[in-house]
């Protein structure tokens, strides 16, 4: 009898997501860097709203090269000003959409790294010379623009040359993240505001890297064309003053 | 706990058995008791995907069925949405994904079926069709268990095409593997490590059905 009923239950609750047929809560696509901050955005925003709302994270041009392959999603949060232009250009996205923040870099050495962290690289420049580089973490600068970032400021500081075969590459700037904080590498260049949330301030050093030395992470946002009202709303709800004071409180600049 | 990812997983899992199995027994029947011209190249390719790395397959599938292509488009207008990032997609890469799971052990279990068995039956004056259901298949039945299970053991450690053509949507293409990476990502190890688990458990369970199960089965065949 209890077994029986067990085993209704568990076809009840497999049968109960026919997945695909059902409605999905709208889905937006966001650079990795927002991984935090826009998670808490979100969250304010259903609060708000009583209504659900589905994120997907992952690097800029891994997201572009997926809506341009027919992902559905109704937003995209980019981490540069490229990614969105193209979908714009291919016709895809409502209008040229806004820029919603200003990106920083930090250079981050997890607990016991011999790498000292300063904001012009001095530590890593001497490691370089001294060898003393395993490997160094940053994103793959293909995909991800705070991977591009990170090759500009080892570039304008002539390490660029040096430290290239170090390199570990991740998929995305949290996945370089996750290099640079689990010890994998000696540290890494990565997303200030990953490095500020406590799950990783917690486990390292961190040195906010100069503006000047890279191209600005300027972030834009676009809305899809299949963007449903929900997701006109939350467009404008991460220009007000709620969500922006998350995003300067996650370590973001906004315009 | 990600529910919605373990529903994913297992919803494709029984999906895939249910959309390869009966393909797979007549078609390794067929490779079991014919001969025809062209058997050894079918036979290759009804084994490369357990070679090919699953980005070869993820990059096929995204070119031939993504919104870029005119397939794909046509899919698009028929259906209201794209076949990758969908579940019917994901279907669609696992069933491909799977075929050698399928069709090996099930051709292997129709040749284990001795012809003169076959012309026994055809002599007693059965149709094909009675003699398909009620001496080879009975006969070849372990075959085709084997090759379900493995079906959807194999499913559920999928990764690299469900992440390339399902594209990590929640509740719809994010199963259980892509979720662990997915938490891995933010920083969440709490999450990934109870998923990672659970994944581990069920494999082992799996596995170990199908070892009990061939016991119980293997005795009844000699």
């Known amino acids: 009898m209890w077994r029986r009923s067990g085993l209704t239950l568990i076809v009840v609750w497999l049968l109960g997501v026919p997945a695909g047929v059902r409605q999905r809560p709208p889905t937006i696509a966001a650079a990795a860097n927002l991984n935090f901050a826009l998670t808490e ?32 999603f109704e937003m995209f949060l980019a ?41 012009r690289l001095d530590g890593l420049s001497r490691l370089v010379q001294a060898a003393g580089v395993t490997r160094f973490a940053i994103a793959n600068p293909d995909v991800a623009p705070y991977g591009r970032a990170a090759e500009a400021t080892l570039r304008k500081r002539g390490l660029w040359d040096a430290i290239r075969s170090r390199l570990v590459l991740g998929d995305s700037i949290t996945q370089a993240a996750q290099f640079a904080t ?22 390292g050093t961190y040195a906010l890297i100069p503006q000047a030395d890279h191209p600005p992470l300027r972030q834009r946002m676009v809305l899809l064309k299949q963007a449903t009202p929900i997701v006109e709303q939350f467009y404008a709800y991460i ?12 370590g973001y600049e906004v315009p | 706990m990600d529910w919605a990812s373990l529903r994913v997983s297992l919803w494709l899992g029984a999906g895939t058995i249910a959309v390869l199995v009966p393909l797979g027994v007549w078609f ?46 046509a899919f698009q207008a028929l259906a209201g949405h794209s076949l990758p990032f969908s579940f019917q997609g994901l279907l669609l890469a696992s069933a491909i994904a799977n075929i050698p799971f399928v069709v090996q052990p099930i ?45 959807f053991a194999h499913t559920l450690g999928e990764f690299g095409v469900v992440l390339m053509v399902g594209g990590n949507l929640p509740g719809e293409t994010r ?33 170990m059905t199908t070892t009990a199960l061939s016991r119980r089965i293997a005795p009844s065949r000699g």
């Open chain 1, 182 to 203: 689990t010890g994998n590498a000696i540290g890494g260049l990565i997303a200030y505001s990953l490095v500020k949330e406590p799950a990783l301030a917690n486990k």
């Open chain 2, 28 to 73: 390794g029947r067929l490779l079991a008791i014919r001969e025809f011209r062209g058997k050894l190249l079918v036979e290759a390719l009804v084994t490369v995907p357990l070679v090919l790395p699953p980005t070869v397959l993820g990059f096929y599938l995204l070119v031939t069925f993504g919104a870029r292509s005119p397939i794909g488009q």
């Open chain 2, 107 to 151: 051709q292997r279990g129709f040749e284990a079926v001795p012809s003169d068995v076959r012309e026994a039956a055809a002599c007693c004056g059965l149709t094909p069709w009675q003699q398909f259901l009620h001496i080879e298949m009975p006969l070849a039945w372990p075959g085709v268990l084997t090759a379900s299970i493995l079906t």
């Open chain 2, 175 to 207: 199963t259980l593997s892509v979720a662990i990476y997915d938490r891995m990502q933010a920083f969440d190890d709490r999450s990934a490590g109870i998923m990672a688990a659970t994944l581990l458990v069920i494999s082992v369970v799996t596995l």
């Open chain 1, 239 to 250: 220009q007000g003053s709620a969500a922006r004071a998350v995003l300067v409180k996650n």
């Open chain 1, 41 to 72: 955005i979100v969250r304010q925003f259903e609060r708000d709203r009583g209504t659900r709302v589905d994120m997907v994270f992952g690097a800029s041009g891994t997201l572009t090269r997926q809506i341009r392959d027919g992902a559905p």
């Open chain 1, 79 to 119: 981490a540069d000003e490229d990614f969105p232009a193209q979908l714009t250009s291919a016709g895809l996205t409502r209008d040229a959409g806004a820029v919603y923040a200003i990106g920083r870099l930090a250079l981050f050495a997890p607990t016991g790294s011999p790498l000292i962290v300063d904001e």
